[in-house]
């Protein structure tokens, strides 16, 4: 499978088993710090969509890997994943569902909000 080939998006079920999987990939939340706060997964690195453009230098070294991005729902990040497969972020994939479908369907000891 190439890059490029890679799904848009992932369920949070897919986003499970690569973590469990032990696969290197970067868990982005473009959440806003309030929001992280309140509700967070581990190991993600938090840049507020927001400030994405600003910060891609933060994400260079990931440039060549698989990066997934989430949000609360899911609207956010599949924005900020188009963003950077724009830029050369070929392996960007959106959880589709957001924290909350992690919540409701993975772990429900992270914090609906």
Do not use: K
């Amino acid at each position: 499978m190439s890059p490029t080939d890679l799904p848009l998006e992932l369920s949070v079920e897919d986003v499970q088993a690569l973590r469990a999987s032990g696969a290197p990939f970067l868990l982005l939340d473009c959440r806003e710090p309030d929001e992280h706060s309140t509700a967070s997964l581990p190991g993600a690195l938090l840049i507020p969509m927001r400030e994405i453009s600003e910060r891609l230098a933060t994400l260079e070294p990931h440039r060549d890997g698989r990066i997934v991005v989430h949000c609360h729902h899911g609207g956010r990040s599949l924005r900020v994943t188009q963003f950077l497969r724009q830029r050369g972020f070929a392996r960007t994939q959106n959880m589709a569902g957001g924290i909350d479908a992690w919540s409701l369907r993975i772990d429900p000891s992270v914090p609906r909000y």
